[in-house]
């Protein structure tokens, strides 16, 4: 394929264009603060999701610039076509040993896991989209920041938008310093833990090799190539990486501020090993909740529990401050909720209509009985009756057979 200068004059003008941004990323204070395992799990947990969007607008890519659909087309840019078959083949289909392929996607989750860092929101993002969810849907229902969502929303419209906005986001809207981060990082691990780290290193190797030896120099040919000398896709071009270094600048504020809240409950949880500090409870009434720093594997790091404020236990001769203390300690006893309340007087009337139609009930089937009493009562005194009027009759009878024996 041969580069038109006018194709090479608008890429040398764009990439002018965002240098101010490239250079402000690459100067992060994200990068500076994964130096241990906890910040390390923390930016893995996020970046793990611009792994997963690069790879859609890889697959962007494809389907513009090549056939996927039936019937089957010839591409009608079969250089673009050939360049991102190439991409593809080695992100999705990479052999990193002889006769083993995976994905580099794939990769990243194994190193992950390596690491100790929690797999489960993306995993169950992409169970989500294996089930049918639309992106939007599933990304709503993750337990993650909202900056990685918006991040991921950002990519998912360069991705949908035109060839030129998913070619400059997929080349432009990276940043280069990510592997030697993770190298200085995983050399440290290895020295101060003992363990390998195999996937993850694979992982590093493999990209660095493709991304800078194969896929960016593509990635610079393809975007020439769809935006030839058009003024106005280069406009889209540049308008695309603009807004995915801003997107990707804002993921790592993100990600920089919850490792910063990370390491402040680890400093604090050493803190509070002494005498002196004193927690205030959260809404629990008047005792503290114990509030764990563990780092789980299980939950994502969204959910990790934050530390409670502290505040320097006062002198017993303080009597002022012993008073704020209580005064602030009781403040946070829970009152009953209005509902609660409005609840009460329904509640009072229910009891007291039970009770009395208890009474009721009580009542009449004691009247029943003494009515039943007295018709047994009467039934007795009617069968006495009876029994007398029989008695008189057989006594009348006897006198008259008595009277006619004498007679004879």
Not at 9 to 14: D, G, R, T
Not at 200 to 219: C, N, T, V
């Amino acid at each position: 394929m041969v580069t038109i200068p006018g194709q090479t004059n608008s890429y040398a003008q764009l990439m002018e264009q965002i240098e101010p941004l490239q250079a402000t990323l690459l100067q992060h204070g994200v990068y500076r603060q994964v130096k241990d395992l906890s910040a390390l799990r923390v930016f893995m947990e996020v970046h793990v999701f611009a792994v997963w969007d690069f790879m859609t607008l890889v697959k962007s890519l494809q389907r513009h610039l090549t056939c996927i659909t039936l019937p089957w087309l010839p591409p009608t840019d079969i250089h673009s076509a050939r360049l991102i078959n190439d991409i593809v083949l080695a992100e999705e289909t990479d052999e990193v040993a002889p006769g083993h392929y995976t994905s580099h996607f794939e990769l990243y989750i194994q190193a992950m896991r390596e690491v100790g860092a929690n797999t489960e929101p993306i995993q169950t993002f992409i169970r989500l989209l294996r089930e049918g969810v639309p992106a939007e849907q599933a990304l709503a229902e993750l337990p993650i920041h909202g900056y990685t969502k918006a991040f991921i929303l950002n990519t998912l419209n360069s991705a949908a938008g035109s060839i030129p906005e998913a070619a400059a986001a997929f080349l432009l809207g990276r940043e280069t310093v990510i592997p030697s981060m993770f190298r200085r990082i995983l050399d440290q691990l290895e020295q101060t833990h003992g363990f390998t780290c195999e996937s993850f290193r694979l992982y590093l190797d493999r990209h660095i090799h493709l991304d800078e030896e194969s896929h960016a120099p593509m990635g610079q040919k393809l975007l020439q190539n769809v935006c030839g000398t058009d003024p106005e896709k280069w406009k889209q071009a540049l308008k695309s990486a603009q807004k995915a270094l801003i997107a990707r600048y804002q993921l790592w504020d993100g990600t920089l501020e919850a490792i910063r809240e990370l390491k402040a409950g680890n400093s604090t949880e050493k803190k509070l090993s002494e005498p002196s500090p004193v927690r205030i409870p959260q809404g629990a009434g008047n005792e503290s909740k114990k509030i764990s720093f563990a780092r789980s594997s299980a939950a994502p790091f969204s959910d990790r529990q934050q530390t409670a404020p502290l505040l320097t236990e006062p002198p017993a001769t303080n009597l002022v401050a012993q008073s704020v203390m209580q005064n602030q300690m009781t403040s946070h006893a829970p009152a009953m909720p209005s509902r609660k309340r409005d609840l009460l007087p329904l509640v009072f009337g229910m009891v007291t209509l039970l009770f009395v139609g208890g009474l009721f009930i009580f009542y009449g089937n004691s009247r029943r009985q003494d009515i039943n009493n007295e018709a047994t009562q009467l039934q007795i005194n009617e069968t006495n009756v009876d029994f007398n009027e029989t008695n008189v009759d057989f006594r009348e009878f006897r006198e008259q057979v008595l009277q006619l024996l004498q007679q004879r």
